[in-house]
């Protein structure tokens, strides 16, 4: 039942990457996917989760990729982050010439920051993973805490905050991270409705650097959005991916960036006229996939 | 800024409100046996209690404070706290590295499981005669024998603790790179931690029960011996004196342990309203 000591085992290699990770160079995209398919084994039986995908994402690119629930997204996103293997196909992640970045950064689907670490440690953890000492990373994750609205609680433990909190600890601890791709996987999705628009005006704020973030690279990271819902993806990418049922493939992709300019202001996408349309093209590819 | 800020403090849950209930807890807690020990006394008082069996609290509490004033108890309480102290740090430190590394790597698992599995059941005493051929009949035999007590309880309760630390924390430990240092320090151990102290008070238990029948064969002081020489001499008082301190001494631990456990794991403390 418990694999988990195999994970520790795996924890090191990188080998998923370390074959495929190339300098970056500008006519390549920065994650490159493909024929990707997962099948996943269970007591003999098969399940394919992830049917062959083929997807390119732009460096500083944001894209969501919407589907119906149980269609692969989790499984996508955990390939790409080397918690899973593919069973099939290939992907890269090009890297910024003389940075010495990590590959990638997760914000988990489910409540995934360490009750037994402060807000602080929580957030400088992938600092520590990484040799920074406990001085420098403090003074390093700082204006990621303030950034994200956590001043004044970097000694709370989480059970001392609401899911809000804890979700911005999830995202300031993989921005302070500082990777060359953020993964996320409906880190929103858990939240009241409230919560989850001022959450995701955060996020693109801290994205975008509206506020000047003070992180180490200027420019905009590379993200893979995974989301069920419609309006999320649309109100946050650049790009949206959509996917069918389980097994999943990529139906169609809905370009976003060219109809909102950033720095993006959520309300105003919304009530935007072209919002209903693109609301309605991305719901008849996925009414059709959707089981009810 | 402030506007996420405010909404933040708002959302701290409040602490203040507990204490108060925590108090009441602490309370019962003390009453109980107390309220134990008045009934037993009123018993006696009225007779329903063979006292030449059960002697009352109050003959018992005198005899204590003989034993008291006379040194004796001290003495034997001494030695035994020191032979209960060391054997119990010499089996917990080694329980919880053991127990850390079995549940994390699956080569020390597939060593140290079935050796662990065969030598459980074994009950500890009863190896007391060899430990005794191998220590000596001095200190290093106690010591030897409540290590050997407590190793099993806390490794195998820190080894399911650390199976059970819920999977996204490994994954997040791989995500960002964790070393295998860090997957014990920050994520096992703390993971671990409830159960380890489970493992604690059980050992603890374990350690009195243990300490309490090796003084009785092995030994010319400590509370054992106290018991069990009142007993070879027919001074039943002494004798419920000395169980009366093993009762206390249990009833202190747990204390212990708990506000220990209350300082290391706040996060759960705080759960369990
Ligand atoms: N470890 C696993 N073992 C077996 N099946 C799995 C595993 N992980 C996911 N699946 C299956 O793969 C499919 C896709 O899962 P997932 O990627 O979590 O979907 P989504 O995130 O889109 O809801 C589901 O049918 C799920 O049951
Ligand atoms: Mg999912």
Redesign the pocket.
Known sequence: MWGKASILKEGHSLAPYSASVSVASAARPKVRIRGLRKV?R?RQRA?E??ATVDLDVGSGEFVAIV??????????L?ILAGLETASDGEFSVERAAGRDLPLNSMVF?EQSIFPWMSVRDNVAFGLKARGVARRARYEAVLPMIRAIGLEGFEDALPHQLSGGMKQRVSLARAFANDPEILLM?EPFAALDEQTKLVMQAELLRIWEGASGRPGESATRKTVVY?T?SIDEAIVLADRVVVLSA?P?RIKDQVDIAAIYARPRDVAAVRSSAPYGELFARIWRELRTEIAA | MSAPARNASASVVSSWARPSRRTVERGLSILSPLVLLAIWEAGAIVGVVDTRFFPAPSTIFAALATLLQAGELQEHLLISLERIAVGFVLGAVPGIVLGLAIGLLPLVRAIVQPLVDATFPIPKIALLPMVIMLFGIGEGSKYAIIAIAVVFLVLINTEAGVRNIERIYLDVGRNYGASRLMFFTDIALPGALPMIMAGLKLGMGVALIIIVSAEFVGARNGIGYLIWNSWNTFQVDRMYAGLMVIALLGFASALLLAALERVLVPWRSAVRI
């Open positions: 996943f269970v399940v989760a992830l589907g119906p629930s149980g269609c692969g997204k989790t499984t996508l955990r689907q996987d995974v069920h389980r999943g």
